[in-house]
């Protein structure tokens, strides 16, 4: 069964610009979660999908956003980067069931914002 | 709300030595708990989890057992190897309203095991 999958695998942006970050679930998932990852934050919770609708949001500015589609797939946005927004942003999926399932991480998309 | 903390490290053993890496939490609920691992330039693998009140996970050496008396889910494996040389982040997992199950992490212990 093929894993999750992530791209692009890297990005390199200006601030002030916007960008667009896909999630591949593996296949018969139908929860996609985001997560951001900083040397100074650590791993945080930015949203989670189910069904196409999102279920669960962390503490984060409006300027990020999400949306899943039919088939699970999932996107991530964010509008006017900040330089802060530099970090790898981690997709997960689960079955969505219960809170003792297993989460799939991909490989992750590390954006740069100069 | 939820909070997981960890030893934060680094940690530098010399192979074959023994390794705890303390993790202890907060909860609302019954949270399940887990040991994810990160390898340099990767995203996260599931290394071990437990659902319930003394459950023992294991996989590849490592041992971690759910102590819902001390709140606490320490990762340990007795001979550490090379390969084992990594980030290991303990989080938690429970019910956070309109079925959504989210992970709250514990910052990581950075492992490295010198020959």
């Known amino acids: 069964k093929a894993g999750v999958t992530q791209t692009p695998r890297y990005l390199i942006k200006t601030r002030g610009q916007q960008v667009t970050l896909s999630c591949s679930p593996i296949?018969?998932?139908?929860?996609v979660s985001w997560y951001q990852q900083t040397p100074g934050q650590g791993l945080q919770f930015l949203f989670e999908?189910?069904?196409?609708?999102?279920?669960n949001k962390g503490n984060f500015p409006g300027r990020f956003s999400g949306r899943q589609f039919s088939n699970s797939r999932s996107e991530m946005n964010v509008s006017t980067l900040e330089l802060g927004d530099s970090a790898l942003y981690l997709c997960?999926?689960?079955?969505?069931?219960?809170?003792?399932?297993?989460?799939?991480f991909g490989p992750g998309t590390r954006l740069l914002v100069l | 709300g939820d909070s997981v903390t960890q030893m934060e490290g680094p940690v530098t053993l010399s192979e074959e030595a023994f390794l705890t890496i303390n993790c202890t939490y907060t909860?609302?609920?019954?949270?399940?708990l887990f040991w994810y691992v990160q390898y340099p330039g990767e995203g996260l693998q599931l290394l071990l989890k437990?659902?319930?009140?003394?459950d023992k996970g294991s996989n590849k050496g490592f041992e971690a057992t759910y102590r819902k008396e001390t709140t606490s889910f320490h990762l340990e494996k007795g001979s550490v190897q090379v390969s084992d040389s990594a980030v290991y982040f303990c989080?938690?997992?429970?019910?956070?309203?309109?079925?959504?199950?989210?992970?709250?992490f514990g910052k990581g212990t950075k492992l490295s095991v010198i020959p």
């Open positions: 989080a938690l997992s429970e019910d956070s309203g309109a079925g959504s199950y989210q992970l709250t």
């Open positions: 296949s018969g998932h139908r929860s």
């Open positions: 997960a999926s689960s079955l969505g069931a219960s809170w003792g399932e297993t989460q799939y």
């Open positions: 999908y189910f069904s196409e609708t999102q279920r």
């Open positions: 437990a659902t319930k009140a003394d």
């Open positions: 909860a609302t609920g019954y949270p399940s």
